[in-house]
Structure formats: C-alpha cells, structure tokens
C-alpha cells in the first residue's frame, strides 16, 4: 500500500514538473511569438547621430517616448508623431537650437531649424525690403546661439516748399554810355514744391530721394542794362568829329557781330591762338573782321548804324573771318548775349585812312 502512494506522488511530482516546463516553454514562445509580431528594430537619427533600438511601439511618439527622446514644437521629424512604427523604419529628427532675434533694437530667443538667415526669416514669415538691413547676411549659415539682427526700415514721404532763385539777365544798350547800369526790373524768386522719399532706419534719415517737382509759380529774371556807347557826344575817341567824317570814304556793308565764346570762335581757353585775330591783335572791342579786299587790314574805321541809334565807334581792321566776305563786317563784342542783342543790321563804315 504504501509502495504505490509513493508511486503515486513521485508520478504526481514528475507530471507537474513537465507541467511546469510545458507552460514556461509555451511563456517563452509566447514571448518570442510577441517579439517577432510586435517588436520591432528602429533607427533614431538626431542631428546625424544615429541609434538602433529594439522597441513594442504602435506609433512615432512611443518610439520616441521609450528612447527617451524629448520633442519641442520647433523640432523637426521625418514622420508624424502619430504615424504607425514599422520594423526597419528609420526617425530623423532635427533638434530645434535657439537663435538671438534682434528687430529695430527689441530682442527676443527664438528656436528654430533653419540653417540660413534667410530660412530663418522665411520660417518666422519675414519679408526683407529693399531698404532693410541684417545682419549676418542672408546667405550666412546659423549655428546655436548666433544673433540675428534686423533693421527694418520705415519710408516716409513728405512734401517741402522751396524757392526757385531768379537770374539776373544783362542786356547791352546802345544808347547807353559805358560804364552805366540800370535795373530795367526787378527779380521775383519762383515757388516750387518738391516731394520726397525718406528711409527711416533705426531713427536716424538714411537716404532721401526726390521723387516729385511741381513748379507753383515761376521765377522772374532781374533784368539789367549796361551801356556801351564810350562817349556821351557818341563817338568813339576825341580825334574824330563830325567833320572828319563828312570827308571820310563811307561804305554800307551787313554787320554781325562776334566775341570769345566758342559758338563765335571755335575755340575754347587754353586753345592755341584763343583770342588773338589774323592780324596778331588780341581780340576786343574795336577789333573788326573785314574782307581785306575790300579794306585792308590796319585800316582805322568809324562804324554806326544809318540812323545813328547804335554807335560802335572807332575801330581797327585787325581780324579776317571765313563768311567775312565782299560788303560784310563782323563786329567784335564783349559779351555773347550783347551779340545777340546786335544780331545782323546794316552799318555806315568810314574809313579814317
């Protein structure tokens, strides 16, 4: 009796043993099972950095959470926190690091990704003018911690009203003595309105451009006379009466008249022969271009006009000229605008020898 409760218990031991390894051998398939279903193998990229893992995870943000790997919002991922895992699947991430942001003197700690300023302007929806300033330049790479800053600039336009000065025109008169002045009118300054464009960076005006002129009201010239009759009686010199040229030869010849500009003489200072005539007279007033075949150059002349209004006065034949030909004389004059105030008119020439 006792042999086969012995019997039994050792049988009753040796069944619970295979028990026993029977549940542990199912436990451990089990878990192989487990593991080759829902374990996966995955790679953590973080800046270049690289980590294989072998992890029971249903999404990204698991993957993550078991690595240990902290997410900020500036953080950028290959694939969404909320994508399923996968075995093989490789997670970039790329770790938000913090840049000095710096606008118009207020400063303030921004994260962000970028790895230029101009990305990272783009990202924070910054649109440079042509007048804004940043530094570093746009193209220049961003590490951690870089400063950033930006000008930006202000353009303000504005209206100002100026004055226009006037000019003061001198005019010859012919019946005037040399020598005397008179203010024929008065100079008014003009009004006008000027429009500009001003760039304000960092308070301070750093460009201003006109963009818009409107004349309001317009200047008027000072206009002022000068005499150029030598003497009061009219003539030229103290030798020469009335007389002296009832006796005279007189020719009526076409008169214009010339000075030193370059619209008379083609030549400008510095010129080689500026102001010095055909005869080797230096140019001036009472020096005449003839046609010496028509009188000689030397000759002393006395020019006026038919009616006496205007009286050039004593002269010298000292000057040729190539449109100076027959019946013409040029008449050399101070000034340009005396020039043109002369024009063309015909003259009585009285040679005196």
Known sequence: ?????????????????????????????????????FGKNVVIDIDGE???????????????????????PEDKLSSNLYDPAYHGQVIYVNKAFPVQFHVNGAKTELLTTASTVTEFLEENQIVLSAYDVVTPAPEAELTNGTQVVLSKAEIEFVTKTEEIPFKTVSVPNHQANSGTTTVKSEGQNGVKEVSFMRVWRDGVVVEETPTQETVVKEPVNKVVEYGTVVASTGYRGGNVSREDLKSARMITMTATAYDLSYESCGKRPGDRGYGITASGMRARRGVVAVDPRVIPLGTKLYIETPDGSIVYGEAVAGDTGGAIKGNKIDLFMDSRSECMAFGRRKVNVYILN
């Open 1 to 37: 009796m006792k042999t086969g409760i012995a019997h039994f218990r050792a049988y009753t031991e040796k069944s619970q043993f295979l028990m026993c390894i029977v549940c542990l051998t199912i436990a451990v398939l089990s878990i192989l099972f487990s593991a080759t279903c």
């Open 50 to 72: 690289q980590t294989q893992l072998f992890v029971f995870a249903k999404d990204v943000e698991d993957v993550l959470t078991q690595a240990e790997v902290s997410i900020v």
